[in-house]
């Protein structure tokens, strides 16, 4: 098994919702549903482009299951985070 750095992972996701917040704000902005349309196509292009060149680092089944459980964790508290500190 093998895995992206956390720093590298996060970037991507960063840059993603970066892009997607961005442009949302754009298109409420200006009122323009194509915006929405190009700008999710890009980030999908940008995503896989990221996620091909990112580099893997090799490591074993513990540590795949641990790492599973820590960023659906994190992912959880992101959400409620969202969710209920707006």
Known sequence: ???????T???????NV???SATGFVMLAS?????AVHSLALAIVINLFAWRRAELWPIDTDTVTTARRAGLLVALVALLGKLFLQ
Do not use: D, E, K, T
Not at 1 to 7: C, D, G, N, P, R
Not at 9 to 15: D, E, K, R, Y
């Open 1 to 7: 098994m093998s895995h992206v750095l956390a720093s």
């Open 9 to 15: 992972s996060s970037a991507i996701f960063v840059l």
């Open 18 to 20: 970066l892009l997607l």
């Open 31 to 35: 009122g323009s549903l194509w915006i």
